[in-house]
């Protein structure tokens, strides 16, 4: 029987889990691991300082007071230490995580964490504007897809997928792109104000709009009604620069 283990980081209770979890039972045993609340921009963060307890939340539901990471961590090394998954997908996060975007997303954590700990795993958001309403419904059909795939094919090591789905339906959808990380335009996201103690305080913005428009990115699969499919690599070494730094004078 295969095993699946799912994770997110808008908490045990969002609407994206619940159809990640429909959209997959078929496939296999579903084990649900994620914290107890809203975790999102948690970026690659564990829970080291204190402890972290397990509420149990419904068969096979497990809601953890930490962040996406623990909540892997947890699973794999934890509660299913003698039953492994043979793959953990982490969403449907409620917006997109493209480009530069992963680095704070909790959601692609929970997929690096499982992919440093050797097990297969997918990351998938669903990509809405401000304002608009969120229709799960062709990403959880999708995610089913890429979950059968990978437990068919498997992945390379270190490499995990980060899986972006459109707002719209499977009819309106215009095909799937494998994408590389494109590149976000950040504006000043900053926003200075005075609080009603008459201090000063800051608040950091949402994500600017614009990306750096280039045909091949994540960013423009999407925009133009694709699924866009990244694979990203755990090595974050860039091998170019290497042979660059070797030439430095540094003893
Ligand atoms: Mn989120």
Redesign the pocket.
Known sequence: MVRILLS???GIA?EGLRVLYESVSGLGEVSVVAPDR????AGHSLSLYRPLRIDPAGEGWFAVDGTPTDCVNLALNGLMKDRRPDILISGI???GNLGDDITY???VAAAMEATLLGVPSVAI?LVHENGETPNFGFAGSFARRIAGEVLDRGLREGVLLNVNVPNISEEDCQGVRITHQGKRVYGNAVVGKIDPRGREYFWIGGNSLSWVKEVGTDFDAVANGCVSITPIRLDLTDYEAMKDIEKWNLG
């Open positions: 997110n980081d808008d969002s809203e975790q999102s921009a996060n409620k917006g997303s909790g959601t958001s």
